[in-house]
């Protein structure tokens, strides 16, 4: 179910598919299977501020993400030169760093050409 490039689907999006080759799996059974590959690093789990958990497969290249702010939809992107990217060791507040995502807010060209139709909105960073 989680195949392909710029995958990121919800529990309840793989739970659909999976249900066309398994007719009686539960959502239970979905969410379970998500945490254990979660926690074997086969997955990444991308939390949205205001939608749903999604799952992207893409765990062999460093990379962060682009989500439409109105439909939701998200890919992957790549931060050139990210290597550089850390927290200098005053902000850390005693922790130790694993890692770092970020989620770059925009407008997909679909959802844009609605806009067009109506005013824009000015986005906030």
Avoid: W
């Avoid at 989680?2 to 969410?31: C, F, K, M, N, W």
């Avoid at 074997?40 to 290249?61: C, F, H, I, W």
């Amino acid at each position: 179910m989680l195949v392909g490039d710029h995958v990121h689907l919800t529990a309840e999006d793989i739970h659909a598919r999976a249900q066309l080759a398994l007719p009686e799996i539960s959502l239970a059974t979905v969410y379970n299977t998500l945490n254990e590959i979660v926690t074997m690093g086969e997955v990444l789990q991308v939390a949205s501020s205001d939608g749903p958990k999604r799952y992207d497969p893409n765990v062999q290249t460093p990379h962060q993400h682009l989500r439409c702010v109105n439909c939701g939809e998200l890919r992957d992107v790549t931060i050139p030169d990210d290597r550089n990217l850390s927290l200098p060791d005053t902000q850390r507040h005693g922790f130790r760093l694993l890692g770092v995502d970020i989620v770059f807010r925009g407008v997909c060209p679909a959802c844009d050409q609605q806009v067009l139709i109506s005013p824009r909105k000015t986005l906030h960073p």
